[in-house]
Structure formats: structure tokens, C-alpha cells
């Protein structure tokens, strides 16, 4: 699925959001546009609304993706079992195959076909319906995403933007008629389409300002296209070298978009909640350290390792 894989801890971190001067209007208009199709969705099939825009933003770019503007795509399902229109994208391959759709509707319609006939997520319709959290824990641990960070990042986004006040207490898994589903998909096409244009994303301008995210009491942010380690220093009044320095690079680091950013000194130890950690493949010392906002020296010397050794998948290592 989209997007790339990112080579951080698989272990979801529950991160305290304190929110910047606003919200990314792109992802604002989204939710406006769409929430009612997402309960509508959790009326019938049991998946918290919440859930859905969550992925929704996040696989589409708020609808501003290649593939949310060119497929109507906006859970970048792949073709697996697929007859219908296809388009073509680089994701974890080169040239894949995706999904394509008529109406953005009919994407929401499918995501929600995709995960109930897979026994994979089975399990994930026995929570509770406001259980979100568990829900991103499963869809990741049940292999819907690559990014190891996949769970947190739907989470984030889920209470950045407060989305948790749409899901329905009480769900209703008794699907509609075709009938009356047609009737209602109709007249939501009806409706007039979000200019895309206004929406692009993957880039910031001298206006552009950051989510604050707080993690192990640290502030730090998500990085996007189009970020450098100087223009994040410079927003937050900081020099790169500075900043370089809390996020363990050297010079020639670059920068590269799903990438957290420390704009103040990590510590030395993880949080008291988290006391080890076991290497999942595809894993560096350094990833580990920047998903729990740990110096990555600190790390080697709390677990005796010489700062030229790698981790090793099966390793625990003490983060306190």
C-alpha cells in the first residue's frame, strides 16, 4: 500500500499532539467532504468512521494523490483479485498495479468490501467500534500497510483532527439494499467535486507551518516533500547545525518526507512506559533511537554495544 516503507519502529508510540497556529485546511475540507460517507460505511460494515478518514487522508494525500486524482483511488488498494480499471504507479515495486474507480464513493465502497472479505481482518470487527486504536494496531499487524509506522500515523491523525467524534456508538452491520445504496451513491456523485488544484500538497511555502507533535516530551515534527533540515530550522528559529545535531545526522543527511523531526534536544533514556524493545527487520539503531526520541549515543551506551554495531532483528534492547 501506499506510501514507501519508512525504517522505523513497528511498535506503535502514543504521541500527545499540541497543534501548531492550524490545521492543514486540505485535510479539513476532506473530512467535511467525506465523514457521512465514512459513517455510512460503519452503518453497514462495522468500520469505525474515524478509521476510514484516517486512511483516507492518509493513503490519498487529503484526495490530492496521483492516484485519489487520477484513479479516485483513495486507499491505495493494489489489483490483487481485481477485473475492473487498473492504473499504473511506483510504490514498493516499480510500475504497480492499482485499483481504479468511476467515483470516489466507489473507492470508500471497496475499501470496506476489501477488509470484510479477508479473513486476515476478521478479528479487527470484534473491537469496539471506538476502539480506533486497536483498529490501526491490527490493520498494520495484518499486513494492509508496509510502513512499520503505519498504526501511529493513523492514530495521529485521528486525534489531530478529532475524527473519533464520528464514529457511531452503536453500529449497524446490517447492510442496506442495493437499492437504496445505489440511490444514495448517486446522489452523492450528484454532488460537486473538491477542486484538487487548491489542495495540492508535497510542498511548504514561507507560509507553511507544522503540526507540533510531543514525543518522550520532546517537540518534534512530521516531515513532508519538499522539507530540508535547514527550512525546518528555520521555522523554528534554529540553526541546521543545531538541529541536525538533536536528530543525530551529519551534514550530508538528507531529509526525506514521513521523516520525524526533533526540534529539541532528545533524551537519554525512552519514556517510563517503554523499558525494551525488540528489532524488527529492516531496523538501525538510529531509526529505534528517533522513534523514541532517545540519542542515539545514549542508546548504544545503555545497551554495551560499540557504536559501530548494527541491530540485529531478534535483539531486545534496553531503552532505560
Known amino acids: 500500500m501506499y506510501p514507501k516503507v519508512l525504517l522505523i519502529s513497528a511498535f506503535v508510540l502514543s ?23 465514512a459513517q455510512r460505511q460503519q452503518s453497514e460494515y462495522g468500520i469505525p468512521s474515524s478509521i476510514i ?30 477485473t475492473g480499471a487498473t492504473e499504473y504507479r511506483d510504490d514498493d515495486a516499480k510500475n504497480e ?12 465502497e ?5 477488509l470484510i472479505a479477508r479473513p486476515r481482518y476478521a478479528a479487527l470487527f470484534k473491537l469496539k467500534p471506538s476502539d480506533y486504536e486497536g483498529w490501526a494496531h491490527g490493520l498494520k499487524k495484518a499486513g494492509y500497510a508496509t510502513d512499520p509506522a503505519y498504526a501511529f500515523k493513523l492514530i495521529s491523525i485521528i486525534d489531530t483532527y478529532d475524527l473519533h467524534q464520528y464514529d457511531l456508538k452503536k453500529t449497524d452491520r446490517k447492510k442496506e439494499t442495493d437499492q437504496k445504496r445505489q440511490k444514495e451513491q448517486k446522489q452523492q456523485r450528484q ?24 514525543n518522550n516530551n520532546i517537540r518534534c515534527v512530521l516531515a513532508v516533500a519538499g522539507d530540508t533540515y535547514g527550512s525546518i530550522a528555520d521555522e523554528f528559529k534554529l540553526s541546521e547545525k543545531r538541529i541536525r545535531s538533536y536528530n ?14 526533533y ?11 517503554h523499558h525494551t524493545h525488540t528489532v524488527q527487520t529492516g531496523e538501525s539503531m538510529y531509526s529505534i533511537a528517533q522513534y523514541y526520541g532517545v540519542r542515539l549515543e545514549s542508546l548504544y551506551k545503555l545497551n554495551e554495544m560499540p557504536y559501530s554495531a548494527g541491530a540485529q532483528a531478534g535483539q531486545e534492547l534496553k531503552l532505560r
Open 15 to 37: 504521541f500527545t499532539l499540541s497543534y501548531s497556529q492550524s490545521k492543514n485546511k486540505a485535510y479539513n475540507d476532506y473530512i467535511q467532504k467525506y465523514h457521512s460517507v
Open 53 to 82: 478518514l484516517a486512511q483516507g487522508l492518509l493513503e490519498s494525500n487529503a484526495g490530492a494523490s496521483y492516484l485519489a486524482v487520477n484513479a479516485n483511488n483513495h486507499f491505495g488498494i493494489k489489483c490483487h483479485n481485481w
Open 97 to 108: 498495479c492499482f485499483r481504479k474507480y468511476k467515483h470516489a464513493l466507489d473507492s470508500y
Open 110 to 114: 471497496d475499501h470496506s468490501q476489501f
Open 191 to 214: 454532488q460537486k467535486e473538491p477542486s484538487y488544484e487548491k489542495f495540492v500538497m508535497g510542498y511548504v511555502d514561507a507560509e507553511a507551518k507544522h503540526n507540533v507533535y510531543y
Open 248 to 261: 543525530d545526522v551529519n551534514t550530508s543527511a538528507q531529509l526525506k518526507a514521513g521523516d520525524w523531526v
Open 263 to 273: 526540534v529539541r534536544p532528545k533524551k537519554k533514556k525512552a519514556a517510563k512506559k
